[in-house]
């Protein structure tokens, strides 16, 4: 039977266990990694930053305390590792936008189907915040709490911009597919 | 007219299927490297440390300073 992420966790804070790690890491790696590429659309820099983020990841599991999914603490990482790089980003290029332009032609994935597509072109399309409230909520299963806690923001503006970006979606697939 | 419903399933499904779709190089080695490269960096790091008080209090020790000096830069420069 295959040890759940709270035996690996254990095993690791406890015995520095190696190979409970690189169990850990192959079972969240897709995830970690298209939850960055939503996150930054570039390949090479999710690439990057999957790293880090799972460097970060055995710094700090200690300080996992096991309430909320381990998935979302770990979108959480990730997503503070997509901030930083963001930040050098915008202070090398001198840009104000967090968020570097996305190309709108840009998928994260194969998509299933043109529907699909559709939407995740109008995923990037969305104002940053409400973007990074979306990823953080449908990607990594977050609640509204943690999200405003995430993204430093209260509650009813987090609630607020997952409304905005809900209702900017319905209308850019409305426009797109008008027969749905 | 799409739905709140609709939106919601359609927005868990893109990342559901982005997931299945990504294939990541399988970085667990890697990261292992990483670490293990963090952790001798410490190590030097705390040796550096070590020598540089100790020759501050026993002149004798300088040129053994000089030693360390030249490996911190090195690390630094890593």
């Known amino acids: 039977m295959e040890p759940s992420d709270a035996d690996l966790i254990a095993r690791i804070v406890v015995a520095g266990d190696r190979t409970a790690f690189t169990l850990l890491v192959r079972r969240h790696q897709a995830f970690v990694r298209s939850l960055l590429l939503h996150l930054c659309r570039d390949h090479a820099l999710a690439d990057d930053l999957v790293q880090e983020t799972f460097v970060k990841l055995f710094t700090n599991l200690d300080r996992y305390s096991g309430e909320g999914a381990f998935r979302s603490w770990l979108g959480g990482i990730a997503y503070r590792q997509f901030l930083m790089a963001a930040r050098r980003q915008r202070s090398h290029d001198n840009k104000l936008d967090l968020y570097a332009a996305v190309p709108l032609t840009a998928t994260v994935s194969v998509p299933e189907n043109a529907s699909s597509l559709d939407l995740d072109r109008a995923l990037a399309r969305l104002p940053e915040q409400q973007r990074a409230a979306i990823i953080l909520s449908y990607g990594c299963d977050m609640s509204h709490p943690e999200i405003a806690r995430e993204m430093k923001a209260p509650l009813g503006t987090v609630k607020s911009w997952l409304a905005q970006a809900k209702a900017l979606l319905r209308d850019q697939l409305a426009s797109s597919r008008p027969e749905e | ?78």
């Open chain 2, 1 to 78: 007219m799409i739905d709140d419903h609709k939106i919601d399933d359609r927005l868990r499904e893109l990342f559901a299927a982005a997931e299945r779709h990504v294939v990541p190089a399988d970085v667990s080695a890697r990261i292992v490297e990483v670490l293990a490269h963090q952790r001798r960096q410490r190590r030097h790091l705390l040796l550096a440390a070590t020598v540089l008080g100790a020759a501050l209090a026993l002149p004798s020790l300088w040129p053994a300073m000089m030693i360390v000096t030249e490996r911190m830069a090195a690390i630094v420069h890593m």
